[in-house]
């Protein structure tokens, strides 16, 4: 594991000119965005800091003033984690015993209608404070998976949609500079406020694909554009199925990425009920030749080079703190921010979240990171929200809800004998049963 430190990249790049607009139809100036609570701004009097300066300065100064904050900290330090190596990366489990409650959260729609949205600035806990960014205000996770999480919410409580909020993330990632790496759950794939635009981010290097990504792509993948502008590769690694983006031209990235969406959503709902085959399937239905043999709960005992390393207790500073966390309890009591890689409860009955239901988005999990000079954009293709022995009773349930840090390589166990007990073949099953098929992937490439 010792290459996945954390990331080389200290340096705060972004300048105060960064914020910029973001160029969409959520553009700063928004005339419906609501008065903002300035007493809840830290740093509004220093415009000139750069963002990553402000945030770092809001995580200073919440760690000291937030008991809830501390306490979330303090039990990064507990974690247990194990990692697995695959071909060619590397998945990490952690487990926190103490979040095993988190696991039963409902955010059903009904659950969310009821519940006081926890993402809405009135409903912030006193002692919480944030940085505000056109039209998003950043803020600490108070259930931190990361060593400096954030979790970032429009200033209005706007269904989570990632048409219109694609631009405004690249500002984010701009103006956070190559310290973090920012994060999307789709609103079924694993967002626990559904009804709240918002991103998170994480300090970079953390999650092994941070590192991995290039290998990845050379090794499993291949760059499927590559011209002046912008270039773009597929990968199919045997548990997940992106695409990654590369380009320092915003345009030519929110362009691309939309082409992107749109493929995918249109190869989705040409193949209807089908994309995945019910609450059995990790089959990839109709795809000739299918590399997806795994059935769920199937233990997958293929675990080739899975090689397995133990960390107990407090593994520093490295991947190892963290919390194993999900929507929870406590997160809906006016905490900003809530993991989200444990387990909301979407409205499915088993599992089933299959097929595009008039405007929903397809199924995605995002990852943002920048480089002095371009982002990176990482899209994870889903066809199901959980795998379906989430569902299950006895010996093959397994509480695991995959997000996009869990698609970034560490995956969050909130139920400690599945911690104890999960292989490699459970990843690798797993994952292959909530990721789009390989011919998914492949009509999705060839359209956009
Ligand atoms: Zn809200």
Known sequence: MSSHKKGSSQQQSNKPSDRTSSGTGDASGNPDRPPIDRSRILGAEEPQRSLSERVMALLDHQRKHWPMLVEGYESLKTVET???EFDGFVMTVQCNPGRIVSSSAKVDDRSIRERRCFLCMDNLPSEQRGVDYGDYILLCNPFPIFRDHLTIAHMRH???????????MLDLARGLGERFTL??????????APDHLHFQAGERGFMPMDIDWERMVDRQGEWVIDDSRLRAARVDDGLRRYVILESGDK???EDRFE???RSFAEVTASMGGSRDTGATGSRDTGATGSRDTGTAGSRDTGTAGSRETKATGNVGTEAAGSKATGADGTKDIG???SSETGSSVENEGHGITRGNRGDEEPMLNILVSREPDRWRVIVFLRRKHRPDRYFLEGEEKMVF?????????????????????????DLRS??????????VLDEVVRRM
């Not at 706007?158 to 405004?168: E, L």
């Open 158 to 168: 706007i269904p989570q949609r990632i048409r219109g909020a694609f631009g405004p």
């Open 401 to 425: 809800s995959p997000a996009a840090v869990d698609f970034g390589g560490v995956c969050i166990l909130p139920v400690r004998r599945d911690f104890e007990r999960i292989t490699a073949g």
């Open 82 to 84: 194990r990692s697995f």
């Open 259 to 261: 082409r992107l969406y």
């Open 335 to 337: 905490a900003a921010g």
């Open 251 to 253: 345009a030519a990235l």
């Open 430 to 439: 797993m994952f292959r049963e909530v990721s789009a098929g390989p011919q």
């Open 183 to 192: 994060f999307y759950n789709g609103p079924r794939c694993g967002a626990s």
